[in-house]
């Protein structure tokens, strides 16, 4: 049992190398080896989930002979594993069902290339999700970066360069904001692991003339992961990164890269910053109400569109908003949506970004909603899967998207007071009507006829298709249906996360 | 005021370089302006760490002469850090460079603006 400690720091060092072995492999063997070895993966992430179910305590790797305060470390708990465990499995989904498109959206003998990236973006991910250290944190986010940019532009068409350079301009703001933040912080603590700096941060907050500057240094850091995980109003890069990647790229840059720079600010917050601090500093507010209007804004936005993929990309943004509503809303109600909501959106969002291409198909290759009419008819299995993606967008019970919704009113409900309770109250309601407004038109025109041929001419799907699709509606489900369940996992999470 | 920013001169200069290179980053045009805002704005980063981590009077973290006291030595942990930074930035630069050279072959043009509006108007990029 004791050796499962060592599994998160595994999960770190083995996509790195991966990452080198998939460069040398040949295509086909390279997706094989991902495929397996991202397999191997959940594998490792669940007998961690499992480890600290078991022992009830989370754990902390100290990297070489350093113990804290120096040296570095990894640490894992419920929520880490549970979060690691989420994008995993939207990891080998996407790689498995986007395949069809990648083989046509690159160079075919250089695909082994495309699953370099993947690999090492797994790294970048499970150190963002492992990590105590914030500047190993840094580094791992600019990876992050690097191989998300990678990802976008093996489609090359100008669309997507220019969406890749427009992308890349904006993370390096985050990425530079950031640094200054953990900097100013190190500065103000001396420290770079979270443990110690919470304590010295709990220390210095106690001096009314410092909590303003910690506050700037919080602030900063805050601004800089919300314009890299595109809070409103920083979203505006959204349709043309999302639309123009190829289907795979797009299923991982909504699903996993946006929520796992959220998922270092959360982990920031609770563990580096300490949340009682937060509780006084301004930044708190100011993502509400940012949150609120991007849910809003976002929503607005998808209606305006011509283009599928770009509705979901600015669905997407709506979705951010919503997490970063709860991040503000605060407390452990306001918390455990927020993450509920992030695996919710993992789930439902690739989903959705890995069905368009397919109604597009039919359709002429076009993505324009005039020329979508009837697409569902000629691809049924498509329009089955884009239905339940676009129900639990909605927020129809059974699905995910409505048990966050719950989740979400729950916490402004509970300890919340009279303004914050409008607000997020206004801001479920505004953005449930709009949703169901675009995602209904959206089904609507897929399943209306359009006159000249309507008999299914896709009827085939591969089976690495169904499968991952099976597995991501099931994931769905299982957050719809059984919502008590994954919301007592992550109360426990939070527990050990402090 | 002005004493305070007196004081601590470096930093001051650390965060004017930084707002100079943000600046430049999010306003300018030119794809190749840009990318030396970003690398002015890191720069102003790395001098802010630098400065810090220098204290007046005491030596490299070297042990000369059999001197172990901690007090006699600045602290190496943001040296280590630039360094670190120094890479991220080298390794982002060429990327971005690289990314440039691809769009300057297919639109001719260094304007991002102009960029798009030549994007328009290519039949593949509907």
Redesign the interface.
């Known amino acids: 049992m004791e050796f499962i400690t060592n599994f998160p720091l595994f999960t770190i060092v083995l996509s790195l190398f991966s990452g080198v072995l998939c460069y040398m492999l040949k295509p086909r063997v390279a997706k094989i080896y991902t495929l397996v070895y991202e397999g191997f993966l959940i594998l490792l992430v669940s007998a961690v989930l499992y480890y600290v179910l078991a022992t009830g305590q989370a754990f902390t790797y100290v990297m070489g002979e350093f113990p804290a305060p120096w040296g570095n470390e990894i640490r894992a708990g419920v929520l880490e594993a549970m979060i690691a465990l989420c994008f995993l499995i939207v990891m080998i989904c996407s790689v498995s069902a986007g395949f069809r498109f990648l083989k046509t959206d690159m160079d075919e003998s250089k695909l082994n290339l495309y699953f370099t990236l993947v690999n090492l973006m797994t790294a970048a991910l499970m150190s963002l999700v492992w990590t105590n250290d914030l500047f190993t944190g840094y580094v791992f986010l600019e990876i992050l970066t690097l191989t998300s940019c990678g990802v976008l532009i093996v489609r090359e068409i100008g669309r997507t360069s220019l969406a890749a350079v427009r992308y890349m301009i904006l993370n390096l703001l985050g990425s530079g904001l950031f640094l200054l933040g953990v900097v100013l912080l190190y500065d103000l603590t001396g420290h770079l692991l979270m443990v110690p700096m919470k304590e010295t941060i709990a220390e210095l907050a106690t001096d009314p003339a410092v909590l303003p500057v910690i506050g700037v240094a919080v602030g900063i850091l805050t601004i800089g992961l919300s314009i890299k995980s595109g809070l409103f109003p920083f979203h505006f890069w959204m349709p043309d990164t999302y639309g123009w990647a190829t289907p795979t790229s797009a299923a991982l840059l909504s699903s996993l890269v946006s929520k796992a720079y959220i998922f270092l600010l959360f982990k920031t917050y609770y563990r580096a910053i300490g949340i009682d601090v937060l509780q006084q500093l301004p930044i708190r507010h100011v993502l509400l109400v940012l949150g609120a209007m991007g849910i809003v804004v976002g929503s607005l936005q998808a209606i305006h569109t011509n283009n599928l993929n770009h509705m979901v990309a600015y669905s997407s943004a709506a979705q951010i908003g919503y997490i970063y509503m709860g991040i503000g809303l605060g407390g452990v109600a306001g918390y455990t949506a927020a993450m509920f909501h992030v695996m919710a959106h993992a789930i439902t969002k690739s989903q959705l970004f890995l069905t368009t291409p397919r109604l597009a198909e039919v359709a002429g290759g076009n993505l324009k909603f005039q020329d979508l009419q009837g697409s569902a008819l000629k691809t049924r299995v498509a329009g089955f899967y884009f239905t339940i993606g676009a129900f639990s967008m909605i927020g129809i019970p059974i699905f995910a998207g409505f048990s966050s919704k719950l989740q979400f009113a729950l916490a402004a409900v509970t300890g919340a007071g009279i303004k914050r309770i409008l607000i997020v109250m206004l801001a479920l309601a505004v953005s449930s009507m709009l949703n169901a407004l675009y995602f209904v038109m959206t089904l609507i025109r897929i399943y209306t006829p359009d006159g000249d041929n309507n008999r299914s001419v896709m009827t085939h799907h591969h089976i690495n298709y169904h499968l991952p699709m099976l597995l991501l509606t099931a994931a769905n489900l299982l957050l719809g249906l059984r919502c008590d369940l994954i919301v007592d996992l992550i109360g426990k999470g939070l527990a050990m996360f402090g | 005021m002005i004493t305070h920013l007196w004081i601590n001169n470096e930093e001051a200069v650390a965060i004017i370089l930084?707002g100079i290179?943000?600046t430049m980053?999010?306003f300018q045009k030119n794809?190749l302006k840009?990318l030396i805002g970003?690398n002015i704005?890191?720069t102003g980063?790395f001098l802010?760490?630098a400065s810090?981590g220098y204290i007046e009077g005491r030596r490299p973290p070297i042990v000369e002469n059999g001197v172990l006291e901690r007090s006699a030595y600045i602290n190496p942990?943001?040296a280590g850090?630039v360094l670190?930074?120094i890479v991220?930035s080298v390794?982002?630069t060429a990327?971005?460079l690289s990314?440039?050279v691809?769009?300057y072959k297919?639109?001719h043009t260094l304007d991002?603006d102009e960029?798009?509006e030549r994007?328009k108007h290519?039949a593949?990029?509907r």
């Open positions: 930084f290179g943000f980053l999010l794809l840009k970003m704005m890191d980063t802010f760490l810090m942990v943001p850090l670190t930074g991220v390794s982002v990327i971005m990314l440039t691809r769009l297919r639109y991002i960029m798009y994007s290519a593949e990029d």
